[in-house]
């Protein structure tokens, strides 16, 4: 049983170009978060899929858009990359995404923008 | 959302010591979980706790649960070397929108 995978691990962009990361959930999740992590700080969230739909949204700029697939994968485009937009980007599954169910996080994508 | 504090913010103990992080709030939170991330690692789900004065224990790790749900801790007992990384404490906002604590990072020196 596969946990989070995420694609790619690593990506080296220049700043102005546009990214996609990629995320699909444990089995049996529904659920599909994106969060940023910058260097020595905790993970802020970015927005929530479920149902194909974008249910809750961190304060992130509308640069930051995202999809979910019919069989819940989910991606992350990033437009118009900006020096601060390099971190790690975490992908985290559930399954509902009700309060207080387990999430489960993938081993992120790492994007440098120079 | 409401932000959550952790101290320390670094930890250096000797192998066989003892550590204990801090998660504070303002305000009430519903629940708490906590996290481990290695280096270059991603993080973790450790515990969830979400009564008043809950107390859970993992072998060596102990978390609590403030009587006012507004702070919590993590304590190890006899750290070992793969305790090595950043502990975080989270909420969950609303359905699963973590709120992430800056996290304390753990050094065991052998």
């Known amino acids: 049983d596969a946990g989070v995978t995420q694609s790619p691990t690593h990506l080296i962009k220049t700043r102005g170009q546009q990214v996609t990361l990629r995320c699909s959930p444990k089995s049996g999740h529904d659920t599909v978060s994106w969060y940023q992590q910058a260097l020595g700080q905790g993970p802020q969230f970015i927005f929530q899929?479920?149902?194909?739909?974008?249910?809750q949204r961190g304060n992130f700029p509308d640069r930051f858009s995202g999809h979910q697939f019919p069989n819940y994968s989910s991606e992350l485009n990033v437009n118009a990359l900006l020096l601060g937009d390099s971190a790690l980007y975490l992908c985290?599954?559930?399954?509902?995404?009700?309060?207080?169910?387990?999430?489960?996080f993938g081993q992120g994508t790492r994007l440098t923008v120079v | 959302g409401q932000q959550v504090m952790q101290i320390p913010q670094y930890q250096h103990v000797q192998e066989g010591e003892d550590f204990t992080t801090y998660c504070n709030s303002s305000?009430?939170?519903?629940?708490i979980q906590w996290y481990k991330q290695r280096p270059g690692g991603h993080p973790v789900f450790l515990i969830q706790l979400v009564k008043s004065g809950e107390v859970k224990k993992q072998k060596r790790l102990t978390f609590q649960f403030g009587e006012a749900k507004k702070n919590s801790s993590l304590h190890i007992t006899a750290t070992q070397t793969t305790d090595v990384g950043t502990y975080f404490c989270a909420y969950d906002n609303y359905g699963q929108n973590f709120v992430f604590g800056p996290g304390t990072r753990l050094s065991v020196l052998p």
């Open positions: 305000t009430t939170l519903s629940n």
């Open positions: 985290a599954s559930s399954l509902g995404g009700g309060a207080g169910t387990e999430a489960f």
């Open positions: 899929y479920y149902e194909e739909e974008e249910r």
